[in-house]
């Protein structure tokens, strides 16, 4: 096929002075010909062309800098440490003892404690909003209020964590017996629960929205009770799609800083339990960072970075997966 | 059939339904309970003194927030300057290209973006800004926060273009008109709403980050308008004044956490606003 | 200024023009001449390559992804594929299956929305000529014209087609295309729709496409018949329709396929 899609590139030769001459054109066309105004039009809409795809190139530029960055700056400690850095289980920075093992513990209880606390109040909003009430007023402003959630900056959760919800832990801990400091992994999985809620709530929504009513007419006509319906047909058709907003909040959590640095209590050694004073690597990288003054201690954090960079995007990347399929089928 | 059986059903139904509910509206505790104690901490704090005064050294008292503030509106600014164009040129050419494999690659990169933890762009804006221009300042900062308004602004404008129908774009080549002009005279102008919603709710995320700061735009007790410089930022002092041990500064801290969470509300509510009456009637 | 050309010199001619999409061949060598100030119906069932031919006219084919076409399309002896599309569509105006008024613009602006959107400056004086001239010959003056500043999407679903044909008139293009320009109307504004061809035709060339024949027995001069994406008759219409040579014709405009 000779003549492709595109009808730029368009050089001054294609813009023969004949069209203007062209017998029975509109005096429009003359007219404007005369401006030399679609020549100018012409240059600028290839101009225009090439500065989009410019910004398309820039994106993929943009990502493939930020890894490039942080593998070149974590190269001095990875060359250094080699890879038992991460499974090292003493940092101790003035001794030049990096291991990062504390940091991926911290990260992962943490986290998961807060997906775990957060699991029954998103599916329950989920559920909520999606099947039992989708339209109405009161629906409504709970759709936006827990919108708003995700709305209030994380140092806000963080500072209001550290003054009230923090003092609320330490009696706590008093009464159940363990020691009572109050910051702690504890504190921060129940701030992040609150702070993740929003992003598996609004996902599991649409998806549950997008049960076909045929299906559940069904089984409503075979006698089922609303409970029996969701949970054996609108629970198993939308499992994938929960499951996705699952990992966006857990992708959420694992990267969550500010609030977590606040009330962790920012202690670099491998947590007794879910109440002991930890460190995630957000945190430690957030704390340390500016410290860091040997070359290795900057370049330890910055491969935190890197693992943490690594771990979110593949967890999104899951997602999104999962969700791209969903709302294609 | 055994009437027991069903009555036990539609029992275990109907509970279920209580329990979504509590549940659901459980949710909404947390948000309340942190509105109403930063509202109660805050509003004592807030005056005219404390708006236009920079922060007073520990044991004074007084001082104020001025820095902070002007420090994220310029900040916030040269961030949007950066962002918004970049964006929205890129969420046009994401809806214009659906297929191609440069369109693929760009889509998954500002996917990746997306999700990458604050900290980390900070950590990035450190080492391509602050690093070769040997100082903090307000514009690594400005970009650190660009990079994260970017992916939501792409997103917000290929979606809301993608929505729109292709005759409206028939009707615009038909009248001769270049590719440029359809976009900018027709297809932006029928998608304004939605893009600026995106605009908006990208300014209202950065308003609140504060790891991207800590090491770009580091933060700054004095007023300062000079964006090669530490600034401060609304964030940046709230956190510094929070961990500190000074009830003082603790009290800065509650005033300004209440007026960066009024700046956030007001502009999510008003975002809801722009769109409901910005949209264009197709 | 039309009236010094001989009135059936040759406007738009087709020489072995064929279209594709991707590995689809959806136009088949097809040669015809368009004649001058004439109507001209081309018709066929759906999916024969009417609307893609007709899209080929002004280059509009070529904007859908994966498209592309070979042959040669002349305009005025001029190949339409050696100028730049914007030149060949400010020639050639189209108007489409579905009214698409610009939402974003009142009446007036949708109007003269080739000019205000390609940027052209125009005096006060000479848009509201342009505007009122416009919107007379579709016959939409009197309905409108106090309603200039409403947004087109406030007329009804006939205003709105004569709103875009008299947006297609306002650049004094020289042919006009149709694309099933009545199938979105209801009856009576499709015979307000077809009134309107019989009064266009003295300044412009009109091509319509439709798969209605009574419509294209009532409206056109000429009449071409696509079937598979070929050619496969075109005659004037009166021919076509009391004596077709071709039996597939002859089995279409007798209803024997559809």
Redesign the interface.
Known sequence: ?????E?DA?TRS???L??IS????????KA?AKTR??FR??R??NV??R???I??????I??L??LL??VV?SLPSIKALGPKYLWGKVWDPVQDIYGAWPFLLGTLISSFLALFISI???I??A???GE?YPKGWLPNL?K??????A??????????G???LVPIVRNFENKIGVQPVGVGIFSSSLILA?MI?PYA?SLGRSMIQMVPSTLKEAAYGLGA????V?RSVVLPYTKSGLFAGILLSL?RA?????AVT?VIGNTSIIPKNIFSPGNTM?SV??NE??EADKAVYLSAL?EL?LV??LV??V???IG?KIIDRFTTE | MNIGSVNY??G??I???L??????????V??L??LF??VK?GITKINWHFLVNVPKPVGEIGGGIANALVGSVIIILVASVIAVP?GI??G???S??RKSK??Y??RL????????????????A???LVKPLRGFSALSGSVALA?MM?PIV?RSTEETLKLLPDSLKEAAYALGM????V?FKVIVPCGISGILSGVMLSI??I?????PL??TA?GNPYLTTNITKPMHSL?LL??NY??SPYNDW?DL??GA?LI??MW??LL?IFT?LITRKWKVQL | M?ST?VKDSV?IKSRDFNA?FGTNHVVKNVNIDIPRNQVVAVMGPSGCGKTTYLRCIN?MH?L???????GEMK??D?DI???????VR??IGMVFQRPNPFPNLSIYDNVIAGYKL???KLARTERDRIVEHSLTRVALWNEVKDSLNKKGSFLSGGQQQRLCIARAVA????VLLFDEPTSALDPISTSTVEELFHELKTNYTLIIVTHNMQQAARVSDRTAFFYLGELVEYDETKTMFTNPKDNRTQNYITGRFS
């Open positions: 096929m000779d003549r492709s899609v009808n368009i294609d813009l023969s004949r069209v062209s017998a029975g054109a509109g005096q429009l066309v404007k105004r679609p039009q012409i600028t809409e225009f062309k500065t989009l795809v910004m398309g190139i820039l994106m993929v943009l990502v800098g930020i960055t942080l700056q029954p109040f998103s329950a909003v559920i909520f909003l039992y709970l936006n209020t827990v919108e708003l959630i709305a209030v900056p994380s140092v806000i959760y963080g500072f209001w550290l003054a009230v609150v809620i709530a009770t609303r409970w029996e969701i992708g694992l990267g969550e800083t500010m606040m957000a990288i957030a960072f500016t910055i970075g943490l960079f979110t995007v967890i999104n990347m999104k | 059903r539609i275990k139904s509970g279920f339904q329990a979504t509910i509590l549940f659901a509206f459980a949710c909404v947390p948000l309970a942190i104690y930063i901490a970049i040129m890129t046009i050419f994401l214009e290209n440069l369109a690659w760009s990169s500002v996917d990746i973006l997306q999700g990458v933890p604050s900290i980390v762009i900070g950590i990035i450190y080492f391509w990079i970017l792409v270049p590719f440029h002009r976009i209202a995320r308003t609140g980050e504060t790891a800590l090491f580091f964030p709230i956190f929070a961990t603790h801290a509650w956490s960066l969470l956030v509300l999510n809801k | 039309e050309i406007v594709y280059r070529e859908i992804p994966g498209a592309s076409s070979r305009i005025n001029e594929y050696e100028m730049h599309p914007i030149f400010l020639k390609n940027g052209i650049m004094e293009p020289e």
